[in-house]
Nanobody, 125 residues
Framework: QVQLVESGGGSVQAGGSLRLSCAAS????????MAWFRQAPGKEREGVAS???????DYADSGKGRFTISKDKAKNTLYLQMSNLKPEDTDMYYC???????????????????WGQGTQVTVSP
């Protein structure tokens, strides 16, 4: 059973930093793509950053230059380092994983088949 469990969200002031983590388990195949998404109430979920098993990366424009996606294969953990946070970064952030091991434009995976429960990020002015 695939599980994705996010952690690391919280409340920070503008200009601050947070590191989100996503612990992955239950995958029987190592070549998967993983991504971070964000979603505000009433809005569509949108990609933030994605990484495939060859460490090819893609970032949505919203986080370029401020966010860094990475993974620790030994720990089966995905990270999103967020710096210089802005109030408009306030959202629920979700970890996703896809069986098609390809990143696509907009900080997404070609397929996003599994989802975590999300972690809230709140940035105050």
């Amino acid at each position: 059973q695939v599980q994705l469990v996010e952690s690391g969200g919280g409340s920070v002031q503008a200009g601050g930093s947070l590191r989100l983590s996503c612990a992955a388990s239950g995958f029987t195949y190592s070549r998967i793509c993983m991504a971070w998404f964000r979603q505000a109430p009433g809005k569509e979920r949108e990609g933030v950053a994605s990484i495939d098993s060859d460490s090819n990366l893609d970032y949505a424009d919203s986080g370029k230059g401020r966010f860094t996606i990475s993974k620790d294969k030994a720990k089966n953990t995905l990270y999103l380092q967020m710096s210089n946070l802005k109030p408009e970064d306030t959202d629920m952030y979700y970890c996703a994983a896809g069986n098609t091991d390809v990143v696509v434009a907009g900080g997404r995976c070609y397929s996003n088949d599994y989802w975590g429960q999300g972690t809230q990020v709140t940035v105050s002015p």
